[in-house]
C-alpha cells in the first residue's frame, strides 16, 4: 500500500506545475453543445423505441384477448346449437334448467342400469 502512495506523490509532484498546452475554451464549449445533442438524439430514441415496443405488447395483448372472447362467443353459440337440438330430440326436458337436466339424465341412465341389472339376475 505505501508503494501505491509513493507512485501517487511522484506523479502529483512531478505534473503539479503543468497546464494542457492548446487549450481552446471556444472547442470545448463545441464539443460540449455536440454532446449534448447526442444525448437528447439518444434520449429521444430511446423514447420512440420504447413507445414503439409499449404499443406492439398492447396490440399483442389486445389481440389475444380479443381471440379468447371470440372462442368464448363461438363456445356459446355452440352450446345453444346443442342444446337446441337436444331440446328438439327430448321434447320432455326442454322445459328444464341444464342443472336439472344432468341430474335428470344420470337419475334416467342409473335406473336404465338398475333395470338391466334386475333383468339380468332373473336369467
Given at each position: 500500500m505505501s508503494q501505491l502512495?509513493?507512485?501517487?506523490?511522484?506523479?502529483?509532484?512531478?505534473?503539479?506545475?503543468?497546464?494542457?498546452?492548446?487549450?481552446?475554451?471556444?472547442?470545448w464549449e463545441k464539443a460540449s453543445a455536440m454532446l449534448d445533442?447526442?444525448?437528447?438524439?439518444?434520449?429521444?430514441?430511446?423514447?420512440?423505441?420504447g413507445f414503439v415496443v409499449l404499443m406492439?405488447?398492447?396490440?399483442?395483448?389486445?389481440?389475444?384477448?380479443?381471440?379468447?372472447n371470440e372462442a368464448i362467443?363461438?363456445?356459446?353459440?355452440?352450446?345453444?346449437?346443442?342444446?337446441a337440438e337436444y331440446d328438439n330430440i327430448h321434447p320432455v326436458n326442454a322445459s328444464l334448467s341444464n342443472a336439472d337436466r344432468s341430474n335428470?339424465?344420470?337419475?334416467?341412465n342409473r335406473k336404465a342400469e338398475l333395470s338391466s341389472d334386475e333383468k339380468q339376475e332373473t336369467l
Open positions: 502512495n509513493h507512485i501517487d506523490k511522484l506523479f502529483s509532484e512531478k505534473l503539479s506545475n503543468r497546464q494542457a498546452r492548446n487549450y481552446n475554451p471556444q472547442a445533442q447526442y444525448f437528447k438524439m439518444l434520449f429521444w430514441k430511446k423514447m420512440l423505441l406492439m405488447v398492447s396490440a399483442g395483448a389486445s389481440y389475444l384477448l380479443l381471440q379468447e362467443v363461438i363456445n356459446d353459440a355452440s352450446k345453444q346449437k346443442v342444446e335428470s339424465e344420470i337419475f334416467q
